[in-house]
């Protein structure tokens, strides 16, 4: 599976593309690159309406490859090698995102399915279930 992105596309259509093949994962795009096991900057984020050609002067037609398989970093490399962009990538987990910072090893399928597990009707009884004893 590729995301196609051209110098006109808008971050909001990355952002639905990433997620329509991962519903428990999302995308989100930062003015610069968040150091090593720490949290990106929610002052950094970009707006979801930019053009990619608004943010880069890397300005050239090319796929992002979000097969299962390939890791959370391999993703984020290949925005910052291609355009210069900074992205991380977010894991559903009940009612909130989780930065996948710490688990950036892990393949785009096994964070989906964490996902999925954490937003699950089951779990959230479990846990509401836990907090009542």
Do not use: C
């Not at 984020?45 to 890791?71: V, Y």
């Amino acid at each position: 599976m590729y995301i196609n992105i051209k110098a006109d596309t808008r971050i909001s259509d990355i952002k639905k593309q990433f997620s329509d093949v991962y519903p428990f994962l999302k995308i989100e795009f930062f003015k610069r690159p968040h150091p090593k096991h720490k949290l990106s900057a929610e002052m950094d984020r970009i707006i979801a309406d930019r053009q990619i050609s608004t943010l880069t002067k890397k300005i050239t037609d090319a796929q992002i490859d979000i097969d299962g398989k390939r890791t959370v970093l391999m993703v984020e490399q290949d925005f910052w090698e291609l355009f210069g962009l900074s992205v991380q990538v977010f894991r559903k987990a009940m009612n909130m995102w989780i930065e996948t910072s710490f688990t950036d090893s892990w393949t785009l399928e096994s964070q989906n399915s964490e996902g999925e597990i954490f937003s699950s009707k089951e779990f959230r009884k479990s846990m509401d279930e836990d907090t009542e004893t």
